[in-house]
């Protein structure tokens, strides 16, 4: 079946222990009326920053500990199968808001903050595309950004948004040390996890919003992260110390993946770094101070600890946006969806980070694989698990559903919208066979069944992987099954999703170049470290 009811593994919490022995009934059937039932909905979606759906509890991580997450999950449903476009923030955060895949929209990578500051103020990854929020805005919605926007100017608001309290840059140094600009206002936010501060911001958006008019709160919270600096080691949150007396159940310590061995051309010299400046270093040299500290993490009590804290800091900002919203009687017309721009490894696969710390880049369940969870009054039945496929293509088209405007349609998004999946008889009406996404020279399709990468030509060869006897996808079994039937049929799907949801301009596969950088993307992809550590290696070297 496509939609299951599902025991929720919660620790804590007598409530769910009850919810749980009442989640008995084997069908969810979202009821339509609540859709839009003459009063448009609330909307609030909770973005979460590099946490994969193995990170949390109801997805089966037995060492997390996210009991407002859970709740939210037991009070709605969540979604087993959701992957993300592509396993890098501004692509996945541009997806989410036009419904388009990076071929589309034209970002592949991270938006370097460096080249968006030299660019004309004001200027926008997306002021050319249909967004969620300049649609709802335009249908009487109050909008709002809160948190990592990562896709433009973060100096003014962009694309629809009126409230906007913005980090004015992509990559976090320090959970600790930042800056916001609020409505134009640039304010210091120092000495406080900066997950915790934008928690702030938007329950006092909620304090003061109006409840005359439906509202968009967009709320990106900048962690769990699961990158150095900020996850190597110890944290200095409140519940760091809880964690790291654990014995680990569920956090994966593997040996570490030759690919990143193979990577490193020899030692790492901060000092030789800070004395003559990035400029005076090879890429080689900047990637080996990245793989060296992810490598330092794998296998590291400290760093497993830190990353599950981080994951409570965000589950603690669910719960006062949830609190907020109960506090002005606003959660029975209030939807809250939940979320992750991609997922990361944490160890999974002999590495931490990011797709692209593979060359060519791999595309693991563990990075692809995003928590999906809604929270809607019209759950006739709560807690209960969907199995559907869904592309993070899909969601954008479901936000506007669950606005009521139907009337405006997502030009040439391959999402579906799937606020009104029913049962009927064990099937769907999301029929979908597979979900597809990519990383600039990789693209992948997902089946029931198969994992399969395919590289652009001299980037490496495909992989295949058979998820339902290897769901960790340490077998690549392409070599024995490179002519079969299974990879000519998954190849010509890939294939023909591509050619169908690619836009010329923005087409790495045929030589064009992405927004945002360098003119010649595809050999620089094979020499060059991620563009954000070139503005920040100074604050970078500090944490060595």
Request: include cysteine; aromatic fraction near 12%; glycine fraction near 6%.
């Amino acid at each position: 079946m496509s939609f299951q009811s599902h025991n929720l593994t919660m620790k804590t919490a007598p409530l769910v222990i009850m919810i749980r022995r009442l989640l008995l009934i084997a069908t969810v059937t979202f009821c339509p009326q609540y859709v839009n039932a003459g009063n448009p909905m609330n909307i609030v979606f909770i973005l979460a920053d590099n946490q994969s759906a193995a990170a949390l509890p109801i997805y089966g991580n037995r060492d997390s500990i996210t009991p407002h997450i859970d709740q939210l999950a037991a009070r709605g449903t969540y979604f087993s199968r959701a992957f993300a476009a592509s396993g890098m923030c501004s692509p996945t955060r541009a997806t989410l808001l036009t419904g388009l895949m990076p071929s589309q929209h034209g970002l592949h990578n991270a938006l370097h903050d460096d080249w968006v500051d030299k660019l004309k103020p004001g200027w926008s990854a997306l002021q050319s595309f249909q967004t969620v929020p300049s649609i709802l805005q335009s249908h009487g919605y109050e909008t709002a950004m809160i948190g990592k926007w990562h896709l433009g100017d973060a100096r003014t608001p962009q694309i629809g948004f009126r409230h906007w309290v913005a980090l004015p840059y992509g990559h976090t140094i320090d959970f600790w040390q930042n800056h916001l600009i609020e409505n134009g206002t640039l304010i210091d936010v120092s000495g406080r996890h900066i997950v915790d501060v934008l928690a702030e911001k938007a329950v006092s958006y909620l304090q003061q919003v109006s409840d005359k008019k439906p509202f968009y709160l967009q709320l990106n919270l900048d962690g769990p992260y699961a990158l150095p600096p900020t996850n190597y080691g110890p944290a200095k949150n409140r519940y760091y110390e809880k964690f790291a007396q654990m014995d680990f159940k569920s956090m994966p310590v593997e040996p570490l993946d030759d690919n990143l061995l193979r990577r490193l051309n020899g030692p790492f010299n901060p000092e030789h770094a800070i004395e003559n400046g990035i400029d005076s270093m090879a890429a080689g040299e900047i990637w080996n101070s990245i793989l060296y500290r992810t490598i330092r993490m794998q296998g590291d009590k400290s760093s497993y600890a830190n990353f599950l804290s981080q994951n409570a800091i965000v589950d603690d900002a669910v719960g006062k946006v949830w609190a907020a919203l109960k506090a002005r009687n606003l959660e029975k017309n209030t939807i809250i969806v939940y979320s992750s721009d991609q997922g990361n490894h944490f160890g999974q696969n002999g590495t931490w980070g990011h797709t692209i710390w593979f060359w060519p880049s791999h595309l693991h369940e563990v990075a692809m694989n995003i928590p999906l969870i809604v929270y809607h009054p019209g759950f006739q039945t709560p807690g209960s698990r969907s199995d559907v496929l869904i592309g993070q293509y899909d969601i954008a088209s479901t936000l506007l559903e669950y606005a009521g405007i139907n009337s405006v349609k997502l030009n040439n998004s391959p999402g579906q919208s799937f606020a009104h999946i029913e049962l009927e008889n064990g099937t769907n009406n999301l029929a979908r066979q597979a979900v597809f996404f990519e990383q600039e020279e990789s693209r992948g399709i997902r089946t029931d069944s198969y994992a399969y990468w395919k590289r652009n030509e001299g980037m490496g060869e495909p992989a295949l992987f058979d998820v339902q006897l290897d769901p960790q996808q340490r077998n690549n079994i392409f070599p024995q099954m490179k002519n079969s039937d299974v990879v000519k049929k998954l190849d010509e799907q890939l294939v023909r999703f591509f050619s169908r949801y690619s836009e010329p301009e923005y087409d790495l596969w045929k030589g064009e170049v992405a927004r945002g950088t360098t003119p010649n993307p595809l050999p620089w992809l094979k020499q060059n470290p991620l563009p954000w550590i070139k503005k920040y290696w100074n604050d970078f070297l500090a944490t060595q």
